[in-house]
């Protein structure tokens, strides 16, 4: 075993000792125009204990100032290992031991310079488990997807799974308590290596594990299928009109192909809304029209491109953009439906995205 693999696993150990877990409460990604979500995040904080790591919050410091005053070791190992804030040498020899610093060190885990140390891994909390970030994307709609199964699968059992687009492989790792088999596959060759990684930290040993382009290398037919595919990536080449979407396009057509009769697929995408017409839901319209499936498209929330404003929403004129979790049942029915957000989330929403429009405009205006 390499002295990184050692040295994670040394760590992974440490957490689970001082019950890492619990910094799961923490709302961490900074944002002060989401003010209006703030008591969802005071709620969780007191009473729920959802994974909250990755929502939005205008005062990350006050959550954790809290957070210290009750679990103040937790919150060291959250700066060390969530945050890979720069610490001090006691901080770091309050868990570990004079040879397991060196062997971090030797590993490339662990920076030290003049005093200081920086562990160099991202260590996410999430349910009973510790993944390792890597170079993997790993977000909110992570969390939420893997929620959303845990939910969904519940009760169920599948012979074979397929996780496309694993990432950190924390979806696998979900639906694996649900399945039998369980095959994962990215395109991105060490996030497959970090994958497999997270499932043995986790003490998971039967996964397979692929290198796949979509479902290019992937043999056979599969009971369940889930996928959190890139999206949002938008071309700025104007005869594209698959605005970022060309990934879940493609996996919408390859889908059937895959899915054993009676079996289930998962989906979590963003669409884009361009006058008027969800383009996710009339792709699977255009798919899936003579075929036998109950297709049901849940929104979660409504938000705008920030990074790409002018482009996506001036130039291609998309009014919003969704966040669909999209379930597929190849039965004996013929039925797509895209379900309406919750009135009160739309109208959130919808109050946010005025903010941004506002703010662009009168950016532009000056
Ligand atoms: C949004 S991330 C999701 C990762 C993980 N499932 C999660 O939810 O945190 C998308 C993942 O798809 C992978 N990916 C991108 N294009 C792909 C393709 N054509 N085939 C397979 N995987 C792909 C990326 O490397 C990335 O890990």
Redesign the pocket.
């Known amino acids: 075993m390499k002295n990184r693999e050692r040295g994670l696993l040394k760590i992974v150990e440490c957490l689970k000792k001082h019950n890492y877990s619990i910094s799961r409460i923490l709302p961490s990604q900074k944002n002060h125009l989401k003010l209006p979500f703030e008591p969802i995040n005071l709620l969780n904080f007191v009473f729920w204990e959802k994974n909250a790591l990755y929502e939005w919050t205008a005062f990350p410091l006050f959550y954790q100032k809290i957070f210290k005053l009750f679990y103040p070791k937790v919150f060291i190992l959250f700066k060390m290992f969530f945050l890979n804030n720069e610490v001090k040498r006691d901080d770091v020899f309050k868990f570990f031991r004079e040879e397991d610093v060196s062997l971090f060190i030797k590993g490339g885990i662990l920076d030290e310079s003049n005093g200081s140390y920086r562990f160099t891994i991202k260590l996410i909390p999430y349910q009973d488990m510790i993944i390792s970030k890597g170079s993997?994307?790993?977000?909110k709609?992570?969390v939420i997807?893997?929620e959303y199964l845990t939910k969904d699968l519940s009760g169920m059992t599948f012979e074979k799974t397929l996780?496309?687009?694993?990432?950190?492989?924390?979806?696998a790792i979900v639906s694996k308590k649900y399945s039998k088999r369980v095959t994962a596959?990215?395109?991105?060759e060490g996030?497959v290596q970090n994958a497999m990684l997270n499932a043995k930290i986790n003490n998971i040993t039967d996964i397979t594990f692929l290198n796949?382009?979509?479902l290019k290398n992937i043999p056979g037919k599969y009971d369940l299928i889930t996928?959190?595919?890139?999206?949002g990536i938008v071309s700025n080449n104007p005869d594209d009109k698959t605005y970022g979407l060309h990934?879940v396009f493609?996996l919408l057509e390859n889908l059937d192909n895959h899915l054993n009769n009676g079996g289930m697929a998962s989906i979590?995408t963003e669409s884009v809304v361009k006058d008027g017409k969800d383009m996710v839901f009339e792709k699977i319209k255009q798919v899936f029209d003579n075929k036998n499936y109950t297709i049901v498209l849940t929104p979660l929330n409504y938000h705008i491109n920030n990074l790409f404003f002018n482009l996506v929403h001036k130039e291609y004129g998309i009014s919003h953009i969704p966040l669909h979790i999209i379930s597929f049942r190849k039965n004996d029915k013929n039925m797509i439906v895209l379900l309406k957000l919750p009135l009160i989330r739309k109208i959130i929403c919808f109050a946010y995205i005025a903010l941004m429009y506002s703010k662009y405009f009168f950016r532009h205006e000056k």
Do not use: H, K, M
Request: overall charge negative; proline content about 6%; some cysteine.
């Open positions: 993997s994307w790993f977000g709609d992570s997807f893997a996780d496309l687009c694993t990432g950190t492989g924390v979806q596959s990215d395109i991105r996030l796949s382009n979509l996928a959190n595919p890139p999206y990934t493609e979590i």
